[in-house]
């Protein structure tokens, strides 16, 4: 479990996901602070993470990176998470469009190549 320094690259991202799940790494990401927390087998957890790294809640939004898939395949928005009466999201999926443009630009400037 960690919230990135430094961009990595596809290959170490393949890498990290055969610790957990095999081909999908779960993600977290704070919107605002344009911070990704990756690496666990719970959102909760990377969450929680960023929560104690100084992030607020409504600012976190969990979704997944299946690193064997390309374009729109490649980032899954569902989390448990996301579940937010208060923000307007009923559901586990991201139905905010610039949430999910958010943590696509997040998502380019965090995993390279």
Do not use: Y
């Amino acid at each position: 479990m960690q919230i990135l320094k430094r961009p990595v690259s596809h290959e170490e991202l393949k890498a990290i996901a055969q610790n957990t799940f095999g081909d999908m790494v779960k993600c977290v990401a704070d919107i605002r602070r344009g911070l990704l927390a990756i690496d666990a087998d719970l959102h909760a957890d990377l969450e929680a993470l960023l929560l104690q790294n100084g992030s607020s809640q409504e600012d976190l939004w969990g979704f997944n990176l299946w690193v064997e898939e390309e374009g729109e395949d490649f980032i899954e928005f569902d989390s448990l998470i996301n579940i937010r009466s208060w923000q307007n999201n009923p559901s586990r999926d991201i139905l905010n469009p610039d949430v999910r443009d958010s943590i696509k630009s997040i998502v380019a400037k965090q995993i390279i190549g």
